[in-house]
């Protein structure tokens, strides 16, 4: 399973961006879907994760302003990032881990100017 991982870019303060991260196949055996970030300098952290149940939960640095989705159709997931700070500035990865083993995509910068 490949993930590509894309939406990034440079955007002002306040502004909004979603990212999508596409499976080139079907994936079974879900457990959780995920976005990490990495900001240069810092360790990779969690943002969002999306259960198969539709549950989800959110580091609190973004909870209110960030929201995770999917489109099973499309097998894409989705991070949709609003009210964004210079903070959010930082790669942003996705991730499905699944029964079989984890997947992980090649991360999409985003670049916030105050």
């Known amino acids: 399973v490949q993930l590509q991982a894309c939406g990034g870019g440079l955007v002002r303060a306040w502004g909004s961006l979603r990212l999508s991260c596409a499976a080139s196949?079907?994936?079974?055996?879900?457990?959780?879907m995920r976005w990490y970030r990495q900001a240069p300098g810092k360790e990779r952290e969690w943002v969002a994760a999306?259960?198969?149940?539709?549950?989800?939960n959110y580091a609190d640095f973004v909870k209110g302003r960030f929201n995770i989705s999917r489109d099973r159709a499309k097998k894409t997931v989705y991070l949709q990032m609003n009210s964004l700070e210079s903070r959010d500035t930082a790669v942003y990865y996705c991730?499905?881990?699944?029964?079989?083993?984890?997947?992980w995509g090649q991360g999409t910068l985003v670049t916030v100017s105050s």
């Open positions: 196949t079907r994936i079974i055996g879900i457990k959780a």
């Open positions: 999306l259960m198969p149940n539709g549950s989800n």
């Open positions: 991730n499905i881990d699944t029964v079989y083993g984890n997947n």
